[in-house]
């Protein structure tokens, strides 16, 4: 029923009531977790200056989490361009890859990884926005420096994660792989990839377009019960939709019991229905058509529910449903 490789986006929950030392303890369960289960990857994401997920660098989460097994794949979804100096992302991703030859990742995206303009801007160094072409510089120096300068042997596998047409056109004008943030901007997706493949140049890194899809993915042994672990995210996205960036992230109990307004679980539940929550069916199901929609190549699944225990356990009904259904 799916035939391409699974993985998955960590973004290191802060659950209510809980320390970001515990979440930052629970990377390394999780990382084991998804080996153990046979995914392809993880990847880490990169925030900043909020109540519900952790401000942990993705370059240390790899450089702990591979350490810490032996053979999954592991990367950044992503690093944050406009954050860096592109000498620092080819000497860091460099380093890594060179430690854990074939297995280290370099997703790099443009968005500041923060909804506060003085965190933006500190991470910058006061500086502001990048520009479109301060964007393309510093991917274009980043893979350069990895070649001739870091050139410390293996090379990081190179990502350009988009979610709107104008990243599509650099990751094919690069000829990079995408990964399309379908579990941000779903109405953008088809739009993404369709700029993406008339567009794709082959290079060093990719002699054809290659694409991966990431997209929420909260799986439970009932409809009812996966609805309720997709509740707490459900109240950061109503927060966010109104403006509200500082939400934290709460109780499944606390979760039920939030009022939405009527515009806000319109929003959501247009939203849910092109992402995969539910039972193993339901979710299989789901991912299987959003393969056929979008000819990806790999999925990646965010399941941002709040307990560890129930992240891991989304991730392994999924598998032990793909495999039981598989055709001999």
């Not at 000829?175 to 993404?192: K, Q």
């Not at 700029?195 to 794709?200: D, E, K, L, T």
């Not at 992402?275 to 058509?289: D, I, K, S």
């Amino acid at each position: 029923m799916i035939d391409v490789p699974l993985s998955a986006l960590e973004v290191a929950i802060v659950q209510e009531g809980a320390r970001a030392l515990d979440t930052l303890r629970d990377t390394t369960a999780f990382a084991q977790g998804m080996e153990r289960l046979g995914y392809h990857r993880i990847w880490y994401a990169e925030h900043h200056h909020s109540p519900a997920i952790g401000a942990f660098p993705p370059v240390v989460l790899i450089a702990h989490s591979a350490a810490s097994t032996s053979s999954i794949r592991l990367g950044s979804g992503g690093v944050l361009a406009p954050n860096h100096a592109p000498i620092t992302l080819a000497e860091q991703f460099g380093t890594l890859a060179a430690l854990h030859e074939d297995r280290i990742d370099l997703g790099i995206g443009r968005g500041p990884g923060t909804f506060d303009e003085a965190t933006a801007r500190a991470l910058r160094r006061g500086a502001g926005p990048a520009t479109d072409g301060e964007y393309r510089g510093d991917i274009a120096a980043t893979l350069s420096l990895l070649v001739d300068e870091v050139a410390l042997g293996p090379l990081p596998e190179p990502w350009l994660l988009a979610s709107s047409t104008a990243g599509a056109a650099l990751a094919a004008e690069l000829g990079l792989p995408i990964a399309v943030a379908h579990h941000i901007r779903p109405d953008n997706t088809l739009g993404v990839l369709e700029r993406y493949r008339a567009a794709f140049t082959p290079s060093r890194w990719c002699e054809q377009p290659r694409v991966l899809v990431c997209v929420e993915a909260v799986c439970a042994e009932t409809e009812e019960e996966a609805a309720r672990r997709a509740g707490p995210m459900e109240v950061v996205k109503a927060g966010l939709l109104n403006g509200h960036s500082e939400i934290p992230f709460p109780t499944p109990a606390d979760a039920a019991a939030h009022s939405f307004t009527v515009e806000e679980r319109r929003a959501l539940d247009g939203f849910r229905a092109q992402q995969a929550v539910g039972t193993p069916e339901t979710v299989v199901h789901r991912l299987a058509q959003l393969v056929g929609e979008t000819g990806a190549d790999e999925l990646m699944l965010t399941t941002p529910v709040y307990d560890l225990g129930h992240r891991i356990r989304s991730y392994e009904l999924i598998k032990q449903y793909i495999e039981a259904t598989a055709t001999p």
